[in-house]
């Protein structure tokens, strides 16, 4: 039998309540296991496991290294994170890049998945790419919910590769409520503090912006622009505040907490609840990014004037990249197989980038001439870096 301890163990301990851990020392030390018998183990309920790594899902799972600029576990009853980083910890190219297990717990498979959303949406991770928003996709993937699994399952339901979330018409009219909703409490609280305004009418505000929601990885609404009102706004004591606005005429009701500095925040938009993060926000800026399901979004929220200019901002051009060979993944140079001057075929290796105790060809795309080799073996290189340049 195989006596080592398995990753998956907390889901048998959540669902047993027995600590494996606390046995394998009892063991050692020679007492004896406790229960006894198998048929003293009983299972109740159901716990999932999530493996969070610092790897980037839409380049096929590549690893990302960097410090934990920010690092907020979630927390709750049915919520347990097994991990070995803290804020500042870094991850490197020499070891395996897994940040955590989140487990969550329930009395089933539907109330477990519930507490896995509502877990990875909190989780705040900032400094290094991670594969949350993967995680979070899957549980909202239909097979995924029925549990019909198989060690095919990514093969077969992304046979493209992952592309990002999918975002249904209330999930992007959520984002530009929310987005609408952050940016009033900054003004809000900028006028109040610099004495200008102290009497800011959300609503007014609110009437006279857009938002331009750009999805990140091309999730199909990138660069639309949306008109937006705030009709009534209304605060209680509690804090909790409620907006009745107009979405390119459609109306919607946000209800919200949100406090500038928070991070993570809660809202319900028109009766479906919401967690959200903030990540980048500014008072001088008009640009902030907001993460849902484990996916970053940025938008810009426009006054009439700033919206119309905006169609005359240059569009940044996109990188020439056929004539050079990038390391994918930060790493470092285990062999150069080319030389300057050599001419080399598409699809041949010319580099070796070793990362994570793993070696990763790099292969020409296209046929050509070496014209320069930018690094040396056994150097250490970023994602994206040049490695070899063609003539």
């Keep these: 039998m195989n006596t080592r301890l398995q990753v998956e163990h907390p889901v048998t301990e959540q669902i047993t309540g027995i600590d494996i851990v606390e046995q394998m020392i009892r063991i050692a030390a020679g007492h004896a296991l406790l229960p006894a018998k198998q048929t003293d183990v009983k299972i109740n309920g159901w716990a999932l496991e999530s493996r969070v790594y610092a790897e980037d899902p839409l380049r096929g799972f590549l690893p990302s290294i960097g410090n934990l600029k920010q690092y907020v576990e979630p ?3 049915n919520v347990r994170v097994d991990s070995g980083v803290v804020e500042g910890s870094e991850i490197s190219i020499h070891y395996d890049p897994m940040i955590s297990k989140l487990i969550t ?46 060690t095919n399952f990514i093969p077969e339901e992304y046979p493209n590769g992952y592309k990002g979330a999918s975002l249904s018409e209330l999930d992007v009219r959520a984002l530009v409520a929310s987005a609408v909703v952050v940016k009033s409490a900054l003004i809000a609280q900028q ?17 006279e912006e857009t938002a331009r929601l750009h999805v990140a990885f091309g999730a199909g609404i990138d660069a639309k622009t949306f ?24 109306p919607l009701t946000v209800e919200s907490t949100y406090q500038r500095g928070q ?42 004037r700033q919206a119309e200019l905006l169609k005359y901002m240059p569009l940044a051009e996109a990188r020439d990249t056929s004539k ?21 075929a598409a699809g041949q290796e010319v ?18 001439k070496v014209k320069a080799i930018k690094v040396k073996q056994g150097q250490t290189v970023t994602a994206d870096q040049v490695l070899i340049e063609f003539e």
């Design 351 to 368: 580099a070796v980038v070793e990362a994570m105790k793993m070696q990763n060809a790099l292969r020409a795309t296209n046929p050509g």
């Design 227 to 250: 008109k937006v009102g705030v009709e009534k706004t209304n605060t209680t004591t509690a804090g909790k505040q409620t907006l009745q606005m107009n979405i390119d005429g459609k």
């Design 75 to 77: 927390s709750g009853a």
């Design 263 to 304: 991070q993570v925040f809660d809202a319900v938009v028109d009766g479906k609840s919401y967690t959200l993060q903030v990540i980048t926000s500014s008072d001088s800026s008009a640009r902030l990014t907001l993460s849902f399901a484990g996916t970053s979004f940025t938008l810009d929220v426009l006054t009439p």
């Design 105 to 150: 717990y329930g009395k089933d498979r539907t109330e477990a998945l519930a507490h896995m959303r509502r877990a990875l949406d909190s989780y705040v991770i900032r400094g290094v790419t991670h594969n949350i928003n993967f995680l979070r996709s899957l549980c909202d993937h239909p097979r995924f919910i029925e549990g019909r699994l198989t």
């Design 324 to 344: 050079l060979v990038v390391s994918p993944m930060p790493g470092a140079v285990f062999s150069i197989k080319v030389k300057v001057g050599e001419e080399v």
């Design 191 to 207: 006028t109040s503090l610099s004495g200008v305004n102290k009497s800011f009418n959300a609503e007014k505000y609110a009437n």
